[in-house]
């Protein structure tokens, strides 16, 4: 079977996981063919170190030289380069957020819609092995209580703000199990952090069931976990860096690899083998919400 070849524009943080995990999980069905950062010269050093070859300018990245596109640039560019790919006919992989706002993502999904382009949002978390398994296990019960913390070692300040680029993965998972269409919402933060850096958010949904979420991005231990509890007391907990999941304290399972899990549902798609587990209007649900909750946050 034909490699699928692959470019990676953004290669810096998780740009170059993705690119290392091609390489090691997808060798056989994937050739890199180069990847793309904003400058030639970042470019030809990043390539050096991951031992891929690189592109020097965008306009090199044609369906001649290239059959798919992962965007992990930051979320302010990705309507434009999306929009530049998807024109063309090339499928993308866009990390999360889908694009900065709710106009954005609707342009890019009626684009790949007309040009018949597979397109898929790059929400890891959803394919963590522990998330994954939740859902199957709470599958006939209702989600009574959500809670989350969810923090960044990533200080400074930053154009998108810490809902939009850290609660967003909570909240996709929030969004999978209670939907958008919550009654209440109320958003804030400690006098010790910007805006940009802390927020607490606190829902209440028409069917009774209360989420709490809390994310920081600023100089302190990392810290990833859920806690949920069903309608039968069952109390849920999820380990996000271990893909830990416990019921009641029990270990239901723990490990796997969800960027792996990603890309591997990319490449189905490619080959027209999968559907998206992330589908496009639950990815433009995912920033309308935090659209909202930001707006509730500045009053």
Same mark, same amino acid.
């Given at each position: 079977?034909?490699?699928?070849?692959?470019?990676? @524009?953004?290669?810096?943080?998780?740009?170059?996981?993705?690119?290392?995990?091609?390489?090691?999980?997808?060798?056989?069905?994937?050739?890199?063919?180069?990847?793309?950062?904003?400058?030639?010269?970042?470019?030809?050093?990043?390539?050096?170190? *991951?031992?891929?070859? +690189?592109?020097?300018?965008?306009?090199?990245?044609?369906?001649? &030289?290239?059959?798919? $596109?992962?965007?992990?640039?930051? @979320?302010?560019?990705? +309507?434009?380069?999306?929009?530049?790919?998807?024109?063309?006919?090339?499928?993308?992989?866009?990390?999360?957020?889908?694009?900065?706002?709710?106009? =954005?993502?609707?342009? *890019?999904?009626?684009?790949?819609?007309?040009?018949?382009?597979?397109?898929?949002?790059?929400?890891? =978390?959803? +394919?963590?092995?522990?998330?994954? &398994?939740?859902?199957?296990?709470?599958?006939? /019960?209702?989600?009574?209580?959500?809670?989350?913390?969810?923090?960044? #070692?990533?200080?400074?300040?930053?154009?998108?703000?810490?809902?939009?680029?850290?609660?967003?993965?909570?909240? #996709?998972?929030?969004?999978?199990?209670?939907?958008?269409?919550?009654?209440?919402?109320? $958003?804030?933060?400690?006098?010790? +952090? &910007?805006?940009?850096?802390? #927020? $607490?958010?606190?829902? &209440?949904?028409?069917?009774?069931?209360?989420?709490?979420?809390?994310? @920081?991005?600023?100089?302190?231990?990392?810290? /990833?976990?859920?806690?949920?509890?069903?309608?039968?007391?069952?109390?849920?907990?999820?380990?996000?860096?271990?893909?830990?999941?416990?019921?009641?304290? =029990?270990?239901?399972?723990?490990?796997?690899?969800?960027?792996?899990?990603? *890309?591997?549902?990319?490449?189905?798609?490619?080959?027209?083998?999968?559907?998206?587990? $992330?589908? *496009?209007?639950?990815?433009?649900?995912?920033?309308?919400?935090? /659209?909202?909750? =930001? #707006?509730?946050?500045?009053?």
């Amino acid at each position: 079977m034909k490699k699928i070849r692959v470019t990676v @524009v953004g290669c810096k943080n998780m740009g170059s996981k993705h690119v290392k995990c091609l390489l090691d999980k997808f060798s056989g069905d994937v050739k890199i063919a180069g990847i793309l950062n904003s400058t030639p010269q970042s470019s030809a050093a990043k390539a050096e170190e *991951l031992g891929v070859p +690189y592109f020097e300018k965008l306009a090199d990245i044609n369906k001649r &030289r290239v059959d798919a $596109v992962i965007i992990a640039t930051p @979320v302010e560019t990705h +309507y434009e380069i999306a929009d530049y790919f998807v024109g063309r006919g090339l499928p993308c992989l866009i990390e999360k957020p889908f694009a900065a706002n709710e106009e =954005e993502c609707l342009e *890019l999904m009626k684009l790949a819609a007309a040009k018949g382009v597979p397109l898929l949002v790059g929400h890891t =978390e959803n +394919y963590n092995p522990a998330v994954m &398994r939740l859902r199957k296990e709470l599958s006939g /019960r209702r989600v009574m209580s959500i809670a989350a913390i969810r923090t960044s #070692a990533n200080p400074g300040i930053k154009q998108t703000h810490v809902i939009s680029e850290l609660m967003i993965h909570d909240l #996709a998972l929030v969004n999978s199990l209670l939907g958008g269409d919550f009654e209440t919402a109320a $958003v804030t933060k400690s006098e010790n +952090y &910007r805006w940009d850096e802390h #927020a $607490v958010v606190e829902m &209440r949904y028409w069917n009774k069931a209360i989420v709490r979420l809390e994310a @920081v991005r600023a100089d302190v231990p990392i810290e /990833r976990r859920m806690r949920i509890i069903d309608d039968g007391q069952n109390i849920w907990q999820i380990d996000f860096p271990e893909r830990q999941l416990l019921k009641n304290d =029990e270990l239901i399972t723990e490990g796997g690899d969800s960027l792996a899990n990603e *890309l591997g549902n990319f490449i189905g798609m490619l080959r027209g083998e999968q559907e998206p587990l $992330v589908s *496009l209007e639950e990815a433009f649900e995912n920033v309308r919400l935090c /659209r909202v909750l =930001e #707006a509730v946050g500045r009053g």
